[in-house]
């Protein structure tokens, strides 16, 4: 079985403050880890994802997020928060890669000017 | 490309109506998925298909059916819609062989009263 815990419902930080997003798994064989994010009356987008080559990942906008084992965390950080950047995040794992994923329940990421 | 197509955006249903989300997708993706988006429980995979003329159940199938007769085309039957069923749906496709993109379409929101 899988399963994603995100820390915090809601996250508010200044424009140009940096952004974390917490994200906690289990799961019963080394798992794909990715981050989405839905902007407004949008469907998902792919920020970034972990397949075991690099445990830290690079994701677009300036997103990255490092898969810790011993943590069982996958965060996602962003050095300086853009007004642009205020969306619904949400984590997911999946044992066959972007198969059967399993999701967090979302991190709304509000900007304060 | 257009990507993955769901109509329609929106939908009201009157308690015991039946009604067919539609999905298409033209990138020959083996892979399509469902998903049901409710406030605060993040996505839940409905149902899934592997390739034309195979679905199989994902974490939340009662009350809808799935069928896939072609490669492009996913379509979602609600039965007999109960308010339960009040939710944003997202279809999601990608090639069968993961560790790849999954792409989402834009959504269809669904209200049952």
């Known amino acids: 079985a899988q399963s994603v815990t995100q820390l915090g419902s809601h996250v508010s930080v200044s424009e140009g403050a940096l952004v974390l997003l917490r994200c906690n798994y289990s799961s019963s064989v080394p798992p794909y880890l990715f981050w989405y994010v839905q902007y407004p009356n949008q469907g998902l987008q792919l920020l970034l994802k972990y397949t075991s080559a690099a445990t830290l990942v690079k994701g677009i906008n300036g997103f990255e997020a490092e898969f810790k084992k011993s943590e069982t965390s996958f965060h996602l950080t962003k050095p300086s928060a853009h007004m642009s950047d205020a969306a619904e995040y949400f984590c997911?794992?999946?044992?066959?890669?972007?198969?059967?994923?399993?999701f967090g329940t979302g991190t709304r990421l509000t900007i304060i000017p | 490309n257009a990507g993955v197509t769901q109509t329609p955006k929106f939908q009201v249903l009157k308690t015991g109506q039946s009604m067919t989300l539609q999905c298409a997708q033209d990138?020959?993706?083996?892979?399509m998925s469902w998903y049901r988006q409710d406030p605060g429980m993040g996505l839940r995979l409905i149902h899934y298909s592997v390739g034309a003329g195979i679905t199989d159940q994902g974490e939340v199938p009662n009350g809808y059916n799935v069928s896939r007769s072609t490669t492009e085309d996913f379509p979602l039957r609600l039965l007999s819609a109960a308010p339960s069923q009040t939710s944003v749906y997202f279809c999601?496709?990608?090639?069968?062989?993961?560790?790849?993109?999954?792409?989402f379409g834009q959504g269809t929101r669904l209200t049952v009263v």
């Open positions: 997911a794992v999946s044992p066959f890669g972007n198969e059967k994923l399993t």
């Open positions: 990138m020959n993706h083996e892979y």
């Open positions: 999601a496709s990608l090639p069968y062989q993961g560790n790849t993109e999954a792409f």
